[in-house]
């Protein structure tokens, strides 16, 4: 498993649930707007490394590590225990990130494939979800749009198992203190800045590897 262990803090960084999204969703995103929703959801004088107007913890926020070796650059993985995803560049480093993982036994870890991804997406909640939650769910049934109130806040990468949609995203969230726990209902939460940072450096085709959490490890050791 990649743990924190794993990794070796070189330097502070340079720059710093399920949800399904339908192509026959009446949601809509205005791209219009996305200029303005960027600047809305980026705090003044923005720096990666520093800013935390969401109070936190430092060590959620972006750093470059060294990586392990062997690692494929542009990959994607995601340490559910230590709450951090990492990028792998191609000078053998990472930029490393904090997230919020799925609560319970909603997060899927696994090997994934960024089919697609999207600026200001679309949500609309799962049948699963729904009939799980309807008092949560119910009301969006039929797509929300985006905009930063959004779930899938303002960046989102589609994982998928072939040519098979998990419904699983790596996404920006509109909740950016709950990153370091467990709260959504499948999907990896980042801070809205931070995944639009991670989002212009990830291609589609790259793999997500996201690695069980503490409660499963202890359930299998």
Known sequence: MLTK???IISSAALFSAPFAVSSATAATTDRSKWSAWDAQVTPANYDPSTSNPWGVGARFLPRIVEANAG???GDIHVDAVARYLYHIRDDGTAMRYGVAIARGNLYEPGTYSIKRKAK???WTPTAAMIKRDPHLYKQ???GMNAGPSN???SR???LFT???DTYLRIHGSPSPKSIGGRASSGCVRMIMPHINDLYEHVNTGATAKL???ENMISAKS
């Open 5 to 7: 262990r794993h990794f």
């Open 71 to 73: 690692l494929t650059p």
């Open 120 to 122: 200001w997406p679309t």
């Open 140 to 142: 969006h049934a039929g």
């Open 151 to 153: 779930p899938l806040g």
């Open 156 to 158: 989102a990468f589609y």
């Open 162 to 164: 072939g040519n098979r």
């Open 211 to 213: 690695y069980p959490p």
